[in-house]
């Protein structure tokens, strides 16, 4: 399984508890999406806004999205169902950040991904998000469809529905 790691603590990334704490490196199954950083993103200090990072992160997961699973987010009939961030150092005049990501779990109706942020070589955020597969007449979770879930897999996610 792919792990990345934040190394901000002498603790286990298992005893932090938080699920994209685990490698300093993303490993081959990962994917970089390059997002431009606007003027209007940074804040009265010269750095990024924090509720930017996640805009980031859902810039390059619709990338992830096109690129990987071979639909447009937009499309896809999902919500996001849960988004942690975490915040190392602060993005400075940059014009743009890397979004590294690897898909942590595949489940029976959900996608977890977990993303670094990096300003050039700096290190700057963690973050992970589930994205949820939903019945948009219902508005009920569905089933990944087929082609998406084999495409995650091959990509590098694990798959936890098959202890459902």
């Known amino acids: 399984m792919p792990v990345m790691s934040t190394k901000r603590s002498g603790k286990s990334p298992e005893a932090t508890g938080h699920p994209s704490q685990k490698s300093s490196t993303m490993t081959s199954a990962s994917y970089t999406a390059t997002v431009p950083v606007r003027l209007a993103d940074y804040d009265v200090n010269g750095h990024v806004n924090h509720a930017v990072y996640a805009t980031y992160f ?13 639909v447009s987010l ?23 950040v890397s979004v590294t990501m690897v898909v942590d779990d595949v489940g029976r109706s959900s ?14 955020a963690t ?21 998406w879930r084999d495409r995650l897999l091959e990509f590098g996610g694990e798959d936890s529905n098959s202890n459902e």
């Open 58 to 70: 859902e810039i390059a997961r619709g990338k992830f999205y096109d690129d990987i699973v071979d």
């Open 74 to 96: 937009m499309a896809a009939d999902t919500v996001l169902a849960h988004l942690e961030l975490d915040y190392h150092r602060p993005v400075e005049e940059t014009d743009s």
């Open 111 to 124: 996608v977890t991904i977990g993303a670094e942020i990096h300003d050039g070589d700096a290190f700057a």
């Open 127 to 147: 973050a992970q998000a589930v994205q949820v597969t939903v019945d948009p007449e219902t508005g009920s979770s569905r089933p990944l469809p087929d082609s």
